[in-house]
């Protein structure tokens, strides 16, 4: 990937002027990477492969390590409890990204205006994002509660009756992407406001002339003009969701029953609940293909909108 | 202070050359302006002078040795660079005795020469202000009290008087050339201002597509460019040309106007070619070429009046004031003696 | 025209109150759990402002549960991971950026949509085959999954930005590598260095998953202890919200004194990372 190393890159075309070449009196700077190197070899990319090799392997605790070959990815797709779990992140995501990109884009919307104290509320506005989740898990398990939960007293104020939130199967889900929303607007919120910021000022000026109304003006040039920036709040949302597991475990640890095991949940039990490491390296992998195949999903459409757009 | 030389030097990145053999020879404290339109190379042989770029052929000497590998810092060569470079986290003091701090130099000796340059320069007042706190042209002098506190063997100017306003640019001008001749270091100054370079330099280079087009004393270069390109570069408002073939005495332009000739290159007799005159040349005068008024320019201490000749812009500056106007028919005539000819295909100077 | 003005006005400081809500509501609710007495906590309709403060909840959380220790784990392996985290990962940035190898980076995109738990259970291996469990480095050594990262983002980002010319200029002055960067580069990229510091820091106190899965009785952090006083220790809410607050203060704080360095950082690494 990188033509820097000074004695062996001769003949390179397209370098530029600041890509160190042969006879270069530039020093390298192949010494600053290294450290970096090591440490991110061996925390992250060694890991990586290590769990690509257990998963081919029957590794639980009190067996001998042994080859299995593909048995462990043969086993998932057997395992209902696995496919089950799938179905319930992709919905726990689906929601979860959708609901913090339009209120996050409404969010942004009111935060690009001149408001007195714009710093200090959108300093309250971001909070949530960056307390620390199982402390904010602790509050709404208390606020869910069925009795004593302000949630519910809150809904009676409005006429609706108590609700069992993370209590029942069929409302944790929702409940639990309500937290999530709550949890992750802001950063939907910071992302579209930088392409708020980022937008020239010309064509609205032209548009004004031109007579057009706020909301046309959204709609033909905020919107399109804001799309790739919709787009990275998708990616990363997207990642984010399938990976939740701080606030799962803390408030709900999957249930009731499994009503709320997402991959990530299952991965836990499998690898430290049950100990069986091979089958859980197994799943590992192939949560990290899904999560993968869906950014490069969006990366692709980021792409095709910036050309689109003309600013590729 | 050393003389530099610069021979057969090449540098290519990927298939691009940037420079095509290059041959330069800069006395000992010399002031040389390396000059040209923008992507010609200067900057980059300039780099290669300061050590920035590597040499892909040809040889650079400063002094009696030969520099390709040696790092910058080894060269003993100070640069001031177009956007003055200025560390944004020091004051102009410690800016300046930042090299003489890496090399270890004694405290005292490093004030001595940071008071002495401020004195040079009219900076004592602003030892322990920040650059952004200066403005555009303290800025420019606190570069070049970073070279000089250097006390190097040659100094390098990148285009240092491109970010100052037109005012500031032509006071620097003096500053520096004063500066020069106070320290007598070897300069070598790149621009892409032929203004600058004919008021600054001892000798000019011209360069063009990675090579070099003349060198030479400024005045040398305004009378006798050894080619189109120099003639049409140094010099402003520039000359004009006009294409056509030279007969006995006189010079026939392509749309049948003779124009009168002091003496007629053998070699050039009846070939294609280029006449080319300088605009302080011309003059009114009755039995001169006719032309109808294009546009008029008083500048007070001169007239520019464009006249359209042989279905061409013709400049004028006309050191008297003159009652013409616009779509007026005037006569023009160049002095035979001051007229230059130049090859039509190579472009080379046929006149001598 | 000026009443329309002013009713728009208004509306958009409702639009913001409405938007901010339930942000601050939340905070607030939290802090009014922590200072109420159990029966205040279980009363119906709920009490925000009880009539007696209960600031025993956070003489006991410090009291109990060696919730000291558990405090200093978190300084110490949030501490020792930022601070290797930076030592590592701001020449790193430097580097990337100088050599053009941003293509390189991509490695920390994808580290990012890794999921925690699969760096956990090699490295859980590891650290239990070197019998390293009951000390503090495991949880140090994989919080630089974190830190490492965050910091060579952020600062690939700074050194781009920093000209070029400025490092020539160094050069020619008569400085290497090192000092061209310990005297150049790093000062001018010092904004870069506070925001990555601030956010490794916040991402790293946070984090959860990791001291789950590797801490010990004795090595627990915050995050984990508060987690463990729901299930095992404490069931009243006074306290609970108590040390839920105790262990979110310090980020908060953080939060809103560097909140423009946050959202620089977090934008600039956010769009950046398309």
Not at chain 1, 181 to 189: A, F, G, K, N, R
Not at chain 2, 260 to 275: D, F, Q, R, W
């Amino acid at each position: 990937m990188n033509t820097a190393v000074p004695s062996s890159s001769d003949g390179k075309k397209d370098a530029g002027p600041r890509q160190p070449k042969k006879g270069s009196l530039r020093p390298s700077h192949w010494p600053f990477i290294i450290p970096a190197l090591v440490v991110v070899g061996g925390v992250i990319v060694f890991p990586w492969i290590f769990t690509l090799w257990m998963s081919v392997n029957g590794w639980q605790i009190g067996v001998e390590q042994h080859f299995v070959g593909l048995t462990n990815y043969q086993r998932l797709l057997t395992d209902a409890r696995f496919i089950d779990s799938m179905g319930r992140t992709l919905s726990y995501t689906a929601l979860s990204v959708i609901a913090p990109l339009f209120l996050g884009t409404l969010a942004a919307l009111i935060f690009n205006t001149k408001l007195p104290g714009r710093g200090i509320l959108r300093g309250i506005f971001v909070m949530p994002m960056m307390a620390t989740p199982v402390a904010i898990a602790l509050v709404w398990t208390m606020m869910f509660h069925p009795q004593l939960g302000i949630l519910n007293y809150l809904l009676s104020l409005v006429g609706i009756g108590p609700q069992e939130w993370v209590f029942h199967p069929a409302t944790v889900i929702p409940s639990l992407v309500l937290v999530e929303t709550w949890q992750w607007t802001p950063l939907v919120m910071l992302i579209v406001l930088g392409g708020l910021a980022s937008l020239p000022a010309e064509p609205y000026e032209s548009a004004s002339l031109d007579g057009a109304s706020g909301w046309q003006k959204f709609r033909f040039i905020t919107f399109p003009m804001i799309i790739p920036f919709l787009l990275i709040a998708t990616m990363i949302r997207t990642i984010d969701a399938l990976k939740s597991f701080d606030i799962i475990y803390a408030i709900t640890q999957g249930g009731p029953g499994t009503a709320s095991e997402t991959i990530n949940l299952y991965l836990y039990s499998v690898a430290f609940t049950y100990y069986d490491v091979g089958y859980g390296s197994a799943i590992a992998v192939v949560f990290f293909i899904l999560i993968i195949a869906l950014s490069l999903l969006l990366i692709y459409l980021r792409q095709r909108t910036s050309w689109l757009l003309g600013d590729a | 202070m050393a003389a530099v030389q610069i021979a057969d030097v090449r540098k290519t990145f990927g298939t691009t050359h940037v420079i095509r053999g290059v041959d330069v020879d800069i006395e000992d404290g010399e002031f040389v302006i390396l000059v040209g339109p923008s992507g010609c190379g200067k900057s980059t042989l300039l780099r290669m002078i300061a050590g920035l770029e590597s040499i892909t052929s040809g040889e650079i000497r400063i002094g009696n040795r030969v520099v390709n590998d040696v790092p910058p810092k080894d060269r003993d060569i100070a640069m001031v660079f177009q956007n003055y470079a200025l560390y944004p986290h020091m004051n102009v003091a410690d800016n300046m005795a930042f090299s003489l701090k890496l090399k270890n130099a004694p405290k005292s000796e490093i004030e001595t020469r940071i008071n002495r340059a401020a004195t040079i320069l009219g900076l004592t007042e602003l030892l322990d202000r920040y650059p952004r706190q200066l403005s555009g042209g303290q800025r420019q002098r606190v570069a070049m009290g970073r070279a000089i506190v250097r006390d190097p063997q040659v100094f390098l100017f990148d285009e240092p008087l491109s970010n100052l306003d037109a005012k500031l640019r032509v006071s620097m001008r003096a500053e520096i050339k004063d500066l020069h001749q106070r320290l007598k270091t070897t300069t070598v100054y790149v621009t892409h201002d032929q203004i600058e370079a004919m008021t600054m330099a001892e000798k000019i280079v011209v360069m063009h597509d990675g090579i070099v087009e003349q060198i030479g004393a400024p005045l040398e270069l305004y009378d006798h460019p050894a080619n189109l390109f120099v003639a049409c570069f140094i010099g402003s408002p520039s000359m004009n040309v006009l294409k056509g073939r030279v007969e006995l005495g006189e010079f026939i332009t392509a749309g049948g106007v003779r124009l009168p000739l002091e003496k007629t290159p053998p070699s050039a007799l009846g070939k294609p070619a280029v006449y080319g005159v300088r605009p302080e040349h011309l003059k009114l005068s009755a039995d001169g070429v006719p032309g109808k008024v294009l546009v008029i320019e008083p500048t007070g201490s001169e007239t520019q009046v464009v006249v359209e000749v042989d279905g061409q812009p013709i400049t004028c500056l006309l050191r008297e004031r003159v009652a013409i106007q616009r779509g007026d028919t005037i006569s023009v005539r160049a002095d035979p003696a001051l007229v230059h000819l130049f090859d039509a295909e190579t472009g080379k100077r046929l006149t001598d | 025209m000026s009443l329309a003005k002013i009713f728009r006005k208004l509306g958009l400081v409702f639009a913001v109150f409405l938007i901010v809500s339930p942000a601050l509501l939340f905070f607030i609710w939290m802090v009014s759990l922590s200072v109420k007495f159990e029966i205040d906590n279980g009363a119906y309709p709920p009490i925000l402002i009880p009539e007696h403060f209960a600031w025993k909840n956070y003489t006991s959380v410090f009291e109990s549960n060696n919730f000291l220790l558990y405090f200093k784990n978190s300084i110490i392996v949030t501490g020792a991971a930022t601070l290797f985290g930076l030592i590592v990962g701001v020449p790193a940035g430097y580097g990337i950026a100088r050599m053009n190898a941003q293509k390189s980076a991509i490695i920390i995109m994808i580290a990012r949509m890794t999921p925690g738990l699969s760096f956990l259970i090699p490295l859980f291996l590891i650290f239990k085959g070197l019998d390293m469990l009951g000390t503090l480095w495991p949880q140090i050594i994989i919080h630089l999954v974190v830190t490492v990262p965050i910091v060579i983002w952020i600062m690939i980002g700074y050194f781009e930005t920093t000209p070029i010319e400025l490092e020539e200029a160094a050069m020619i002055d008569g400085a290497n590598r090192w000092q061209i960067f310990m005297k150049v580069a790093m000062p001018i990229a010092k904004p870069g260095i506070v925001v990555s510091f601030i956010l490794s820091v916040i991402f790293s106190w946070n984090n959860f998953v990791f001291g789950v899965v590797l801490a010990s009785r004795e090595t627990r952090t915050l995050p984990v202890a508060i987690y463990n006083m729901l299930s095992f220790e404490q069931v009243s809410w006074g306290p609970l919200a108590a040390a839920a607050l105790i262990v979110t203060l310090p980020v908060l704080i953080l939060t809103v004194a560097a909140q423009r360095q946050i959202v620089a950082g977090l934008t600039a690494g956010a769009v950046k990372g398309g």
